[in-house]
């Protein structure tokens, strides 16, 4: 049976930070309302769902001196936490952080009832289309949102806006050994130099020669395509290839009569979506399969 569809939230936060309500200041004893408000900064909390771990302090402190002369000129997101007396952000961690440098009292904020599901993807949505993630920190937050609300790679594609190739190529760092993974947080590889190495016996010695000798993405694939594929990597990547899959698809949909999509996750598991149009579909596949209701 199709799969529940995902709320959207890949059209941006426009939709949410479109609020023309006057700002109004919040106080300790104020009841919690939504809409635009402005916030004690004592009041905000960061939020350990934000996929962004790194900020860099020299930004910061730009972005600190430009809120000292001109204010913040976008608010943050924020949702009421349980305790009903303060706030977690949602979106806008880096502005809250610079408000608190430059000394700010008060913060503009968008307040809205959200889950966390809504939060994780709005953190992510906000920090990729600013481009505001590491490739490490964008690859976890997206394997976050498949571990922790069983999305699909083509839900979080649709949800995201991005390609399901970009999310599996991002998914595959982290393969990589903690070392290499550091490097590409750190800048000193890029997410194309990752890529290369995926499927190599020794990423690490791989990642410090490419470093060291400052190679380019091309130079880095054939340095990688000479040194040759970790046995292990390659049996997994045998094991479940696209060509079987599609051949599963085309038997089951043969079958079936119906649209079959398979989404392997990992080499063990994955999730298998029967496209149905009406009920009698439904009915019919249920009575294929035995199931009677």
């Known amino acids: 049976m199709t799969a529940l569809p995902k709320k959207r939230l890949g059209r941006g936060l426009a939709a949410l930070i479109g609020d023309d309500t006057p700002i109004e200041t919040v106080t300790e004893q104020t009841e919690t309302l939504t809409g635009l408000r402005e916030l004690p900064i004592e009041l905000v909390k960061n939020n350990s769902l934000n996929p962004r771990k790194k900020f860099n302090e020299e930004e910061l402190a730009e972005l600190a001196k430009s809120i000292s002369e001109k204010g913040i000129l976008q608010p943050v997101v924020v949702r009421p936490i349980l305790d009903g007396e303060s706030y977690q952000i949602v979106a806008g961690e880096r502005r809250w952080r610079a408000a608190q440098l430059a000394g700010l009292h008060k913060i503009p904020a968008l307040v809205r009832e959200l889950n966390d599901q809504e939060v994780m993807e709005i ?3 906000e920090n990729v289309q600013r481009a505001d993630l590491n490739p490490v920190e964008e690859a976890r937050g997206y394997q976050q949102l498949i571990d922790q609300f069983d999305y699909t790679q083509q839900q979080l594609a649709e949800s995201i806006g991005k390609s399901r190739s970009h999310i599996a190529n991002t998914l595959r760092l982290t393969a990589l050994p ?10 000193k590889l890029t997410a194309g130099h990752a890529r290369a190495l995926i499927a190599t016996a020794d990423p690490q010695s791989l990642a410090q020669k490419i470093i060291a000798l ?3 993405v091309r130079q880095a694939e054939a340095l990688a395509r000479s040194s040759g594929t970790d046995p292990q990597k390659k049996k997994k990547a045998t094991e479940t ?3 079987n ?4 698809e085309k038997m089951l949909a043969e079958a079936l009569g119906l649209r079959i999509s398979i989404e392997a996750k990992t080499a063990e598991r ?13 009915e019919e596949v249920c009575s294929k399969l035995g199931v009677t209701f």
Do not use: H, M, R, W
Request: charge should be negative; glycine fraction near 8%.
């Open 178 to 187: 903690p070392q290499v993974l550091d490097a590409l947080q750190d800048g």
């Open 214 to 216: 400052g190679l380019s």
């Open 123 to 125: 953190a992510i949505i």
């Open 245 to 248: 899959i599609a051949a599963v």
């Open 241 to 243: 290839p696209d060509s």
């Open 270 to 282: 994955g999730v298998l979506l029967i496209n149905y149009k009406t009920l009698d579909q439904l």
